[in-house]
């Protein structure tokens, strides 16, 4: 198998070298950038396959440099964004402008791999958010919940709420109902989740012995 390029981009040299080591024994060859004028060159000069990109550096953050790389069309690897202070409105943002996944730090270790393997298997720019949830879930629905969770004319608590509901609608269909899994995904205790589900109006599926999954 062809060995995989990471660029990696943060301005915290213990993160560098911890996905560094991560993903260097995972097999990939991994390049170190802790700017975005480093990043600039060194996608240049490597020509990665995938590109994990800190949001909050000094100078340039990492919003900007994938506009930046949209802009000049030179977004021609998945982009996996990364940030210790998360939020739906940040992740949407930088899905909307071309990212392939939001990570959340601290990482995951299953996590990260499990992106990094998507993203580079996937292989290509990725396509809007509301086409990336076509392609893997069926039932208008979810097509009409994408549209609105877009709307950025909305209030922001109605835009976290549709997209929260399009969110666990679509976990709780590619999971086939399966809670424990969902709440795993999602990084959210059980209990908390049957709230959640509660609240957006989503039945959790039962099993045969009338049990929740």
């Known amino acids: 198998m062809t060995t995989r390029d990471i660029l990696v981009v943060d301005d915290e040299m213990g993160i560098r070298e911890l996905l560094s080591e991560i993903l260097f024994d995972e097999g990939y060859r991994v390049h170190l950038a802790e700017s975005a004028a480093q990043a600039r060159d ?3 000069e490597k020509n990665p396959d995938l590109v994990l990109l800190d949001i909050w550096m000094p100078e340039t953050d990492g919003l900007a440099l994938l506009k930046e790389w949209v802009a000049q069309e030179k977004l021609t690897m998945p982009v996996i964004m990364m940030s210790g202070h998360g939020t739906i409105e940040t992740a949407m943002e930088a899905m909307r402008i071309g990212a392939a996944d939001f990570l959340e730090k601290p990482i995951a270790l299953q996590k990260l791999l499990a992106a990094v ?3 580079i298997q996937k292989g290509l720019a ?4 509301a086409e990336q949830l076509q392609d893997s879930v069926a039932t208008d629905m ?3 919940l ?7 004319d909305l ?3 109605e835009a976290r709420e549709h997209f929260d509901s399009l969110y666990f609608n679509y976990q709780m269909q590619k999971e086939n109902g399966n ?17 959640k589900l509660k609240q957006l109006g989503i039945k959790p599926i039962k099993r045969g012995n009338g049990e929740f999954q």
């Open 117 to 119: 393997a998507k993203a």
């Open 126 to 129: 990725p396509a809007p958010l």
């Open 146 to 152: 994408a549209q609105d969770a877009l709307r950025l």
């Open 155 to 157: 209030p922001l608590r």
């Open 179 to 195: 809670i424990s899994r969902i709440a795993e995904k999602a990084g959210i205790e059980r209990t908390h989740l049957y709230r």
């Open 142 to 144: 979810v097509e009409g």
């Open 42 to 44: 060194l996608r240049d």
